[in-house]
């Protein structure tokens, strides 16, 4: 018999936590600071005990076990304790995109490049450092993919988050520059975490991975765009990647050249094709503030990123050139031949930046989570985003009364930004049908027809659920895949809103599973058949969407789901 892991959380003074869960739930608690107010009236009154949140969350999730999805809990109080569920969960927004992201980074090994702003640190993988929160992660579990998988799972469970629907990061230095056997080892062990036991191979790990409790629904690899082949794309493929995250940082030759990067434009151009045509979605790392540059040349560079069709990327992350302690531009820095943008100027940047970015395209992030204490210098933010979108006094105070007055003349903090992120549902709460309305948005790239389908509030200024079609630019996805020829590709379909784990119905109009998914599905079909004349449609699922899109009739075909039109 196979031996099962398990993750649960063991309950400490179950008869107190439960005690204090039925009174919760008969007398809910508004906010967060009055759910401490009952807690330490309960502690009050029972001799000193503090109920910990875990505790509750463990207490609700067997009690559901037990007895079902109320627990103990009477059918007019579900509500309650659905609320009640959102106040014990930390740091909620981690899952609020709809899925549980993990990211995890492979061990400290050789890196093709020779970038002048990556620190190197011999404890840890190319441009990370022993402080950031994932890689401490790693370092503390000796870089072991299933140590890393496991231990994360177990402690956003802990901290009341799902855990059915994992999208797995793979962070550290180049992805494809990892000997393959090691890269084959890794994704096993990956899959292996998620499914609870072990598996013989990675095929195996992954067929199970479908049907699993905790299923791998998205699957990211990092790597540089000279590394982008056809032949490169198929191994990720095979390892079930449905995201690539390159290393673009500029677009600029001379200030590639300048900071050794050693990558002109054109392998950035080449590999954003070839990942479209395989249908992967796709993530650019951007630097603003590089030696060489200014920021109305990074404007500029951005402006035709979003616009210029050799580029449009589904994703990007903003990492401002920061000079980090162990890299040569350190060096640059003490000998006063660099100077990084600092508070005021990045944000002026990032601003301007936010209201040329495209309804397609979602920012993940405006900075990389380096601990201030690491920063020698360049900007210092632990909450740019929050600053930006939601603490206008903090924003006036850094950029001044007279800019502040200039950026928003009314005095208001108007945010400009279009991307996905920042019109995500969210903690959405209950949706009428005249709140949604579909959305068509089709532009050229990479010399073929991308078409965004949405579903929006009649405003536009939130979005529900999306998804990403796209009409080849060749032949070269059937040349290798030739069962595959004329086929349409299905690069992305996502709901947003909090998540709701695999087959739990309840509450479809908070979250996911209110049936935007399959009517996207129906209208990319109709597309491809209809206005294309394709004959197939062709999806590239994460493995622990297969069984999802089976429901619709699409099938496994060279790892794809594909459907006959």
Known sequence: MKKKFRVSQKVENPKLVGEFLDELCLNPPKDIDDLEKKKRNFAARKGGTTILNRDLIAMMKEREKKEGASGKIPT???????????????????TISGVTPIGILTKPYGCPGRCVYC?????????????QPAAARALRNNFHPYKQVINRIKALEDSGHPVSKLEII??????????????????????????GEKSRNLAEAQKKNETAKRRIIGLTLETRPDHITPEELLRMRKYGCTRIEIGVQTIDDEVSELTKRDQPRSDVVKATKLMRDFGFKFCYH?????????????????????????????????????????????????????????????IKLLLKIKKIVPPWTRIMRLLRDIPVGNILSGAKFSNLRQIMKSQPGKLREILGDEDFQKIFPTGKV??????????????????????????????????GTETFLSFESPDKKTIYALLRLRKPSSEIFAGFYPSLKDSALIREVHSYGAEISVGDKD??????????????????????????????IAIIAGIGTREYYRKFGYKLQCTYMVKDL
């Open 507 to 536: 509450g479809q109009s908070r979250g996911q599973h209110r049936g935007l998914g399959r009517k996207l599905l129906a209208e990319a079909e109709k597309i491809a058949k209809n206005e294309w004349g394709k004959k197939k």
């Open 170 to 195: 793979v962070m550290g230095g180049t992805w494809s520059f990892l000997p393959t056997r090691y890269q084959s080892w890794y994704l096993k062990n990956v899959f292996d975490a998620a499914n």
């Open 119 to 131: 620190p190197t640190d011999w404890r840890m993988p190319k441009s990370y450092l022993p402080t």
């Open 76 to 94: 007019a109080l579900r509500g309650a304790a659905r609320n009640l569920k959102k106040l014990l969960q930390k740091r909620s927004v981690r």
């Open 286 to 346: 951007l630097m603003p503030g590089l030696p060489g540059s200014n920021p109305a040349k990074d404007l500029a560079m951005f402006r035709e990123i979003f616009e210029n069709p050799d580029f449009k990327p589904d994703f990007v992350k903003i990492y401002p050139c920061q000079v980090l302690p162990n890299s040569e531009l350190a060096n640059w820095w003490k000998k006063g031949k660099f100077e990084p943008m600092h508070d005021k100027e990045l």
């Open 414 to 447: 108007e945010w400009p930004c279009h991307c996905i992120r920042c019109r995500e549902i969210g903690f959405a709460k209950d949706l009428q049908k005249s709140d949604i309305q579909l959305v068509r948005r089709d532009y050229k790239a990479g010399d």
